[in-house]
C-alpha cells in the first residue's frame, strides 16, 4: 500500500516536471530557430543551414529602416517611462499617504486600464486621437502607450510608499526640514529603489507593447514590435532570414533591458496586472 | 475674523484627507479620464452614430452578418480552452514549485515569452513549428508521424501561442495564491491524517477557488483579446477570424469608425459578462483570508 | 489506517538529530516519555524544541537517528500515517470550514462513520466548552475559542500523543492563566501523552510532570519541575530558571559537593552541581536569595547599588561588586543609587558551577 504511493507520487512528480521542462526545451528551441535562421544563408530543406553568415543583419537594417525606427522605439519608450514616472510617482504617494472622499473611485479608475486589454480600449483611443489630430505622430503613440503605464507605476509604487514609515517624514518636518527638502533629502532617496525597479519595469513592457502602438502609429512613429508585425506580416515579399534578423535585433534589446530589470526586480513583478502582494525582494 | 474662518477651512478639509498632497493625483486622473474613460464613453456614443442608417445600425449589421457576428464565437472558441488549459497545467505546476527553494531561475525562463511579446513568439513558431521546422522533424525523427503537423496559419497555431503567452502569467498568479494559503493548514491536515490527495481536495482548492476565479477573468480577457497571433499565425479570414480582426479591419481598412467603435464596445461586453459570471460563482465560496487563526 | 495505539507505553527517541545546511539544529537527542506523562520542552528560541516536535510529528524527517512507539519505529512513517494529534502556535484552523467541520476533519480522514462523528465532536465540543459555537467559522471565534477548537480538532480522534507548539503564546496573560488549567484537566481525562513546547518557564513549572531543557539543540537537563527550580544542574538552565546573579570567585574550599568561594575576600558556601575543575567558580543565585542587610552581617558581601525599584512587599535592587559584576537582590529598606551595601547570600540556596568556556 505504502510502496504504491511512493511510485504514485513519484510519477507524479516526474510528469510536472516533464510538462515543465518541455514547455522550456520547446520555447528556447523556438528561440534558437530564430537565432539559427537569421544568420543562415539559406536553410530550406535541412536541419541546420547550409552556411552561415551576417549580411542579412545589414539588409534588414537598410530594408526596415532599423536606424529610424530604433531612434523612435527610444525617443517613445524613454518618453512613456519618463512622463509615467512623472505622473505616477506623485500619484502614488498621494494615495498611499491620503484618505479622501472618492478614494476608492479613484483606485477603480487605476485599476481598469490594467484590467481591461489594450486592443478593447486601444480602438476607441484610436479613433479619438485621430480625431483630434494626434493619431499617427509620436505624441499620439506616448499618450497611448501611458495609458497602463501610468496605472501600473502607481499599482507597484503605491505598497512601497506604504512601507516608508510617514513618522520619517514628520521627524523631518519637526526638525525644521522644508517641502523641497523633504522630497530632495528624505523622500527621493527612500523611493528612488522603488521607482527604478518600477520604471525599469515600465520600460520592459512598452518596448513589447505591441497593440497600443500599432493602433496609433503612423509611418514614421513605429516602434520596433511594430515594424516586426509588418515585417512578418509581408513575409512572402521579404526574406525569412531577413525578418530573423530583425527579430534577433528586437529580442536582444529586450533581453538586455529584462536582465537588467531582473537586478532590482522580481521577475514575478513583470506580470503585475492588478491585486497581487508586495513581492518581498 | 476672516483668517479665523479660512483657516477653519483648511483644517476641516484635512481631516477628510483634501490637501496639497491629495492635489497630486489629479494630473493621473485627469490623463486616465482623457485617455481611457473619454473614448470609452466617446466610442459609446459614435457606436450609436453609424455613416448611415438608425441608431442601431451598426450593431444590426454585426448581428446580422455572420463574418461578423461569428467572430464572436471563434474567439471563445480559442480563448476559452486556451485560457482553461492554462490554469489546468499552472495549477500542478504551481503547486510543485512553491516547495522550491531558489524559484527565481525558473519564473526567469517562464517570463520570458511575455517580455518578448506576442509578435516575436510568433516568428519564431512560424520558423519553429513550420512543416520544415526542427519541431515537426523531431516528431517525424521520433517516428510519432508520419508527415509534419500542420501548426501554422491554423487554429492550432494561435491556440499554442496562446498557451506560450498565457502560461507563464497564470501560473505567476495562482503561485502567488497558493503561496498565500498558510503552509500551517497542509501540516494540520497532514497530522489528522490527510493524503496528499485529500490536502488538495478538502484543505488547497476550496481556498484557491477565489483566486481561480480571479486569475480565469484576468486570463481569460487577455486571451479574448488575441490580435498579433491570429493574424501571422491563424487563418485570419477563416477560423481565427477574431472580434480584435473585425475591429480593426473597420477601422483601418473601412474607415468606419463608427462601426469599429461598435465593435470594440461588443468585445467589451462580452468580456464584461463573463467575467461578471465567474465572479458571481465566486461570490458563493469562502473568500476570507487563507491564514488558520490569530498570530 | 494504522495500528491501535490505546496500548502503547512509551515514546522513545534515540539518537535522534536534524540539520538544516549547515545549521545542526538537533544533536542526538535521547529521550523516553511513559504513557500518561505531561512533558515540556522547554528552552529559548532556537533550542530546538519545535524542530523536535515537528520530527516526532512526521512535519520534518530526521537526519540521523530513530524515534520509537514501544517496539515501533514511526519515523519512517508520514505524518499522515503517524495518528498524532497536534495543536498548533496560530491554531491551523481551515478557515473555510466550520468548527464541527474542523473538529470532525480528523475522523472525517479515517472514513469513521457520520454518525460517529457527529457524537465524538458533540463529546469534544463539550470537552472544551464551546457546544454554542458549533456552527461558526473560525474568523468568527476570538483568540481563546480558537484555540479551544484546536485542542478539541487534536484530542477527537483520541490518539495516543498530543503534541502541542506554544499553543497559548498568542493569548492575553488572563487567558492564559485560564486555558493552563482547562489543558491540564483535558490531559488529565484523555490519560495519554501530551508534549508540550514553551518558551515560558512558569508555563512549564505549572503544567508539566516532567522538563526537558534544551539548547542549541542538546538536551541540558530533564527532571521534575521541582528539580528544575531548585536544583538546575548546568549553568545556563540555572540562568534559564531564573538564577539570574552569577557571581565569580577562588575555590577555597571543597568537600563532598559542598563549596566555599571566596569573593572579594568574604566566604561564601553552596551547592556545587557539578565536578568543580578549576581555580575558579560560579556561584549561581535567585535576586530574591541574595538580601541587603546591616553592614558588621558577617558573611555579606559589599557593592555599590545602581538602582533600586519598589516592589511593594519589598525591594528590588542592582548593584556592582568591586569586580563590576552586576548582582540583583532583594532590600526591606529603600537604597540610594551609589550606596554601599553588604549583600548575605542564603547557602541553602546558593548553588556552584563551573565557569563557562
Same mark, same amino acid.
Given at each position: 500500500?505504502?510502496?504504491?504511493?511512493?511510485?504514485?507520487?513519484?510519477?507524479?512528480?516526474?510528469? *510536472?516536471w516533464?510538462?515543465v521542462?518541455?514547455?522550456?526545451?520547446?520555447?528556447?528551441?523556438?528561440i534558437?530557430?530564430?537565432i539559427?535562421?537569421?544568420t543562415?544563408?539559406?536553410?530550406?530543406?535541412?536541419?541546420?543551414?547550409?552556411a552561415?553568415?551576417f549580411?542579412?543583419?545589414?539588409?534588414?537594417?537598410?530594408?526596415?529602416?532599423?536606424d529610424?525606427?530604433?531612434?523612435?522605439t527610444f525617443?517613445?519608450?524613454?518618453?512613456?517611462?519618463?512622463?509615467?514616472?512623472?505622473?505616477? *510617482?506623485?500619484?502614488?504617494?498621494a494615495?498611499a499617504r491620503r484618505?479622501?472622499?472618492?478614494?476608492n473611485?479613484?483606485?477603480?479608475?487605476?485599476?481598469l486600464?490594467m484590467?481591461?486589454?489594450p486592443?478593447?480600449?486601444?480602438?476607441?483611443?484610436?479613433?479619438v486621437?485621430?480625431?483630434?489630430?494626434?493619431?499617427?505622430t509620436?505624441a499620439g503613440? *506616448?499618450?497611448?502607450n501611458?495609458?497602463?503605464?501610468v496605472?501600473?507605476?502607481?499599482l507597484?509604487?503605491?505598497?512601497?510608499?506604504?512601507?516608508?514609515?510617514?513618522?520619517?517624514?514628520?521627524?523631518?518636518?519637526?526638525?525644521?526640514?522644508?517641502?523641497?527638502?523633504?522630497?530632495?533629502?528624505?523622500?527621493?532617496?527612500?523611493?528612488?529603489p522603488?521607482?527604478?525597479?518600477a520604471?525599469l519595469? *515600465?520600460?520592459?513592457?512598452?518596448?513589447?507593447?505591441?497593440?497600443?502602438?500599432?493602433l496609433?502609429?503612423?509611418?514614421?512613429?513605429q516602434?520596433?514590435?511594430?515594424?516586426?508585425?509588418?515585417?512578418?506580416?509581408a513575409?512572402?515579399v521579404?526574406?525569412v532570414?531577413s525578418i530573423?534578423?530583425?527579430?534577433?535585433?528586437y529580442?536582444?534589446?529586450?533581453?538586455?533591458?529584462?536582465?537588467?530589470?531582473?537586478r532590482?526586480?522580481n521577475?514575478?513583478q513583470?506580470?503585475?496586472?492588478?491585486k497581487?502582494?508586495?513581492?518581498a525582494? | 475674523? /476672516?483668517?479665523?474662518?479660512?483657516?477653519?477651512l483648511?483644517?476641516?478639509?484635512?481631516?477628510r484627507?483634501? /490637501?496639497?498632497?491629495?492635489?497630486?493625483?489629479i494630473?493621473?486622473?485627469m490623463?486616465?479620464i482623457?485617455?481611457?474613460?473619454y473614448?470609452?464613453?466617446?466610442?459609446l456614443?459614435?457606436?450609436f452614430?453609424?455613416?448611415?442608417?438608425?441608431f442601431?445600425?451598426?450593431?444590426?449589421r454585426f448581428?446580422?452578418d455572420?463574418?461578423l457576428?461569428?467572430?464572436?464565437n471563434?474567439?471563445?472558441?480559442?480563448?476559452?480552452?486556451?485560457?482553461l488549459?492554462?490554469i489546468?497545467?499552472a495549477?500542478?505546476?504551481?503547486? &510543485?514549485?512553491?516547495?522550491?527553494?531558489?524559484?527565481?531561475?525558473?519564473t526567469?525562463?517562464?517570463?520570458?515569452p511575455?517580455?518578448?511579446?506576442?509578435?516575436l513568439?510568433?516568428?519564431g %513558431?512560424l520558423?519553429?513549428l513550420g512543416?520544415?521546422?526542427w519541431?515537426? &522533424?523531431t516528431?517525424?525523427?521520433?517516428?510519432?508521424?508520419a508527415?509534419?503537423?500542420?501548426?501554422?496559419?491554423?487554429?492550432?497555431?494561435? %491556440?499554442?501561442s496562446?498557451?506560450?503567452?498565457?502560461?507563464?502569467?497564470?501560473?505567476?498568479l495562482?503561485?502567488?495564491?497558493?503561496?498565500?494559503?498558510d503552509?500551517a493548514l497542509?501540516?494540520?491536515g497532514k497530522t489528522?491524517?490527510?493524503?496528499a490527495?485529500?490536502?488538495?481536495?478538502?484543505?488547497f482548492?476550496?481556498?484557491?477557488?477565489?483566486?481561480?476565479?480571479?486569475?480565469?477573468?484576468?486570463?481569460?480577457?487577455?486571451a479574448?483579446?488575441?490580435?498579433?497571433?491570429?493574424?501571422?499565425?491563424?487563418?485570419?479570414?477563416g477560423?481565427?477570424?477574431?472580434?480584435?480582426?473585425?475591429?480593426y479591419?473597420?477601422?483601418?481598412?473601412?474607415?468606419d469608425?463608427?462601426?469599429?467603435?461598435?465593435?470594440a464596445?461588443? %468585445?467589451?461586453?462580452?468580456?464584461l459578462?463573463?467575467?461578471?459570471?465567474i465572479?458571481?460563482?465566486?461570490?458563493?465560496?469562502?473568500?476570507?483570508?487563507?491564514?488558520g487563526g490569530?498570530? | 489506517m494504522s495500528?491501535?495505539?490505546?496500548?502503547?507505553r512509551?515514546?522513545?527517541l534515540?539518537?535522534?538529530?536534524?540539520?538544516?545546511?549547515?545549521?545542526?539544529?538537533?544533536?542526538?537527542?535521547?529521550?523516553e516519555?511513559?504513557r500518561?506523562?505531561?512533558v515540556a520542552l522547554?528552552?529559548?528560541?532556537?533550542?530546538?524544541?519545535?524542530?523536535?516536535l515537528?520530527? +516526532?510529528a512526521?512535519?520534518?524527517?530526521?537526519?540521523?537517528?530513530?524515534?520509537?512507539?514501544?517496539?515501533?519505529?514511526?519515523?519512517?512513517?508520514?505524518?499522515?500515517e503517524?495518528g498524532?494529534?497536534m495543536?498548533f502556535?496560530n @491554531?491551523?484552523?481551515?478557515p473555510?470550514m466550520?468548527?464541527?467541520?474542523?473538529?470532525?476533519?480528523?475522523?472525517?480522514?479515517?472514513?469513521?462513520? #457520520?454518525?460517529e462523528i457527529?457524537?465524538?465532536?458533540?463529546q469534544?465540543?463539550?470537552?472544551?466548552?464551546l457546544e454554542?459555537?458549533?456552527d461558526?467559522l473560525?474568523?468568527?471565534?476570538?483568540?481563546?475559542q480558537q484555540?479551544?477548537?484546536? +485542542?478539541?480538532?487534536a484530542?477527537?480522534?483520541e490518539?495516543?500523543?498530543?503534541?502541542?507548539?506554544?499553543?497559548?503564546?498568542?493569548?492575553?496573560?488572563?487567558?492564559?492563566?485560564?486555558?493552563r488549567q482547562?489543558?491540564r484537566?483535558?490531559?488529565a481525562?484523555?490519560?495519554?501523552?501530551? +508534549? @508540550?513546547?514553551?518558551?515560558d518557564?512558569?508555563?512549564?513549572?505549572?503544567?508539566?510532570?516532567?522538563?526537558?531543557v534544551?539548547?542549541? =539543540?542538546?538536551?541540558?537537563?530533564?527532571?521534575?519541575?521541582?528539580?528544575? @527550580?531548585?536544583?538546575?544542574a548546568k549553568?545556563?538552565?540555572?540562568?534559564?530558571?531564573?538564577?539570574r546573579?552569577?557571581?565569580?570567585?577562588?575555590?577555597a574550599?571543597?568537600?563532598?559537593?559542598?563549596?566555599?568561594?571566596?569573593?572579594? =575576600?568574604?566566604h561564601?558556601?553552596g551547592?556545587?552541581?557539578?565536578?568543580?575543575?578549576?581555580?575558579?567558580?560560579v556561584?549561581?543565585?535567585r535576586?530574591d536569595?541574595?538580601?541587603?542587610?546591616?553592614?558588621?552581617?558577617?558573611?555579606?558581601?559589599?557593592?555599590l547599588?545602581?538602582?533600586?525599584? @519598589?516592589?511593594g512587599?519589598?525591594?528590588?535592587?542592582?548593584?556592582?561588586?568591586?569586580?563590576?559584576?552586576e548582582v540583583f537582590?532583594?532590600?526591606?529598606?529603600?537604597?540610594?543609587?551609589g550606596e554601599?551595601?553588604h549583600?548575605?547570600?542564603?547557602? #541553602?540556596?546558593?548553588?556552584?558551577?563551573n565557569?563557562?568556556?
Open positions: 500500500m505504502n510502496q504504491l504511493h511512493i511510485l504514485g507520487r513519484r510519477l507524479w512528480i516526474f510528469s *510536472v516533464s510538462l521542462a518541455f514547455f522550456i526545451v520547446n520555447l528556447l528551441a523556438m534558437a530557430t530564430v539559427t535562421s537569421s543562415a544563408t539559406r536553410w530550406l530543406r535541412s536541419w541546420l543551414p547550409d552561415y553568415t549580411k542579412w543583419y545589414l539588409s534588414a537594417w537598410s530594408e526596415f529602416q532599423l529610424d525606427v530604433l531612434v523612435t525617443q517613445v519608450v524613454f518618453a512613456v517611462v519618463a512622463l509615467s514616472g512623472l505622473f505616477g *510617482v506623485p500619484a502614488a504617494y494615495m484618505d479622501f472622499p472618492g478614494k473611485i479613484v483606485m477603480l479608475l487605476f485599476l486600464p484590467l481591461v486589454p486592443v478593447t480600449f486601444g480602438i476607441p483611443l484610436a479613433t486621437l485621430y480625431k483630434t489630430g494626434l493619431g499617427g509620436m503613440v *506616448v499618450l497611448a501611458l495609458v497602463p503605464t496605472p501600473f507605476v502607481i507597484v509604487m503605491i505598497p512601497f510608499i506604504e512601507q516608508i514609515d510617514p513618522k520619517i517624514e514628520s521627524a523631518a518636518r519637526v526638525f525644521g526640514a522644508s517641502t523641497f527638502q523633504l522630497f530632495w533629502r528624505i523622500l527621493l532617496p527612500l523611493l528612488l522603488g521607482m527604478l525597479a520604471l519595469l *515600465v520600460l520592459v513592457r512598452t518596448i513589447a507593447m505591441f497593440e497600443l502602438t500599432f496609433t502609429a503612423g509611418p514614421t512613429s516602434t520596433l514590435v511594430v515594424a516586426l508585425y509588418y515585417a512578418v506580416f513575409a512572402g521579404r526574406a532570414q530573423d534578423a530583425m527579430a534577433v535585433i529580442m536582444a534589446i529586450t533581453v538586455i533591458w529584462l536582465i537588467i530589470a531582473l532590482f526586480v521577475p514575478a513583470i506580470v503585475t496586472r492588478a497581487q502582494q508586495p513581492s525582494h | 475674523m /476672516d483668517h479665523k474662518h479660512q483657516t477653519g483648511k483644517v476641516r478639509l484635512a481631516a484627507g483634501l /490637501d496639497g498632497v491629495t492635489l497630486l493625483v494630473p493621473s486622473v490623463l486616465m482623457g485617455l481611457f474613460i473614448p470609452f464613453f466617446y466610442g456614443w459614435l457606436s452614430n453609424p455613416k448611415e442608417g438608425s442601431l445600425a451598426n450593431y444590426a448581428f446580422a455572420p463574418f457576428y461569428e467572430t464572436i471563434k474567439t471563445l472558441w480559442i480563448a476559452m480552452p486556451a485560457t488549459i492554462n489546468l497545467f495549477v500542478p505546476v504551481a503547486f &510543485r514549485v512553491r516547495l522550491m527553494q531558489n524559484q527565481r531561475w525558473l526567469t525562463l517562464l517570463v520570458l511575455i517580455t518578448l511579446g506576442t509578435v513568439v510568433a516568428e %513558431m520558423n519553429y512543416p520544415q521546422g519541431f515537426n &522533424r516528431i517525424m525523427l521520433l517516428g510519432l508521424t508527415g509534419p503537423v500542420k501548426l501554422v496559419h491554423n487554429y492550432w497555431g494561435v %491556440m499554442l496562446l498557451i506560450i503567452t498565457g502560461f507563464p502569467f497564470t501560473f505567476l495562482i503561485l502567488s495564491y497558493v503561496t498565500g494559503i503552509p497542509e501540516n494540520a489528522l491524517g490527510a493524503r490527495t485529500s490536502r488538495f481536495r478538502h484543505i482548492l476550496p481556498l484557491l477557488i477565489p483566486g481561480l476565479a480571479i486569475t480565469f477573468c484576468l486570463s481569460f480577457v487577455q479574448f483579446s488575441v490580435f498579433p497571433s491570429a493574424v501571422l499565425l491563424g487563418a485570419p479570414a477560423p481565427t477570424r477574431v472580434i480584435s480582426i473585425a475591429a479591419q473597420a477601422a483601418f481598412e473601412e474607415y469608425y463608427s462601426m469599429a467603435s461598435a465593435i464596445m461588443i %468585445m467589451g461586453f462580452v468580456q459578462g463573463i467575467v461578471v459570471a465572479l458571481s460563482v465566486r461570490g458563493l465560496f469562502y473568500r476570507g483570508p487563507a491564514v490569530k498570530g | 495500528t491501535d495505539h490505546s496500548a502503547f512509551s515514546l522513545r534515540e539518537q535522534v538529530g536534524r540539520v538544516f545546511g549547515a545549521h545542526n539544529a538537533l544533536k542526538n537527542l535521547n529521550l516519555i511513559q500518561g506523562e505531561f522547554l528552552g529559548p528560541s532556537g533550542c530546538g524544541k519545535s524542530t523536535a515537528n520530527c +516526532i512526521g512535519l520534518l524527517t530526521t537526519s540521523s537517528g530513530s524515534i520509537w512507539l514501544d517496539d515501533r519505529r514511526i519515523d519512517v512513517l508520514d505524518a499522515e503517524r498524532f494529534g495543536v502556535q @491554531y491551523a484552523l481551515f473555510h466550520s468548527v464541527r467541520q474542523n473538529i470532525g476533519f480528523g475522523l472525517k480522514m479515517r472514513d469513521v462513520p #457520520s454518525a457527529a457524537k465524538r465532536v458533540d469534544a465540543l463539550a470537552t472544551v466548552r454554542s459555537q458549533a461558526k473560525p474568523g468568527q471565534l476570538s483568540g481563546g484555540q479551544r477548537v484546536a +485542542i478539541a480538532r484530542i477527537v480522534i490518539p495516543p500523543l498530543v503534541l502541542m507548539d506554544e499553543p497559548l503564546s498568542n493569548l492575553d496573560a488572563k487567558l492564559r492563566l485560564e486555558m482547562e489543558i484537566r483535558i490531559h481525562g484523555l490519560g495519554s501523552v501530551t +508534549i @508540550y513546547v514553551t518558551h518557564q512558569d508555563e512549564a513549572l505549572s503544567l508539566a510532570d516532567r522538563i526537558v534544551l539548547r542549541d =539543540g542538546e538536551i541540558r537537563q530533564v527532571g521534575t519541575p521541582e528539580d528544575l @527550580y531548585m536544583r538546575p549553568l545556563d538552565v540555572a540562568d534559564f530558571m531564573g538564577f546573579n552569577r557571581i565569580n570567585g577562588r575555590v574550599q571543597q568537600s563532598g559537593d559542598q563549596v566555599v568561594l571566596d569573593i572579594g =575576600g568574604v561564601v558556601q551547592q556545587a552541581r557539578e565536578t568543580i575543575t578549576g581555580p575558579t567558580a556561584a549561581s543565585l535576586p536569595d541574595l538580601v541587603a542587610v546591616a553592614a558588621n552581617e558577617a558573611g555579606a558581601f559589599s557593592a547599588v545602581e538602582a533600586i525599584e @519598589y516592589r512587599r519589598d525591594f528590588f535592587g542592582s548593584a556592582r561588586l568591586p569586580d563590576q559584576t537582590f532583594r532590600s526591606h529598606h529603600r537604597l540610594n543609587a554601599p551595601v549583600l548575605m547570600a542564603d547557602k #541553602s540556596k546558593l548553588l556552584i558551577f565557569q563557562e568556556a
